[in-house]
């Protein structure tokens, strides 16, 4: 899975990606800090709640390592 900054990226990448294994997840706002903020307001973040949506694989008690979706995960910021 490939985790862009914004809509313009994630279209570009969308072109250029192998779809039978790639995934593209475009974040389009700010991320929240989750060191500095409270868990209530780190899940009402929409972009935390969808990368923990798209990995599949819950957080905290939940969390499950054999139910990731993705082998890898790459965070492309842009540069």
Known sequence: ???????G????AKQA???????????RGK???VVSNTMEKVRQ???ISNLEI???????????ES???YEKVII????
Do not use: T, W
Not at 1 to 7: A, L, N, Y
């Open 45 to 47: 973040n929409a972009e």
């Open 17 to 27: 990606r192998n779809r039978v294994n790639q995934a593209i997840l475009p974040l």
């Open 1 to 7: 899975m490939f985790i862009v900054e914004g809509d």
């Open 31 to 33: 991320v929240i800090n």
């Open 76 to 79: 492309h910021d842009g540069c």
């Open 67 to 69: 139910d990731i979706r």
């Open 54 to 64: 798209a990995l599949g694989c819950g957080i905290l008690k939940n969390y499950k």
């Open 9 to 12: 990226a994630g279209g570009s």
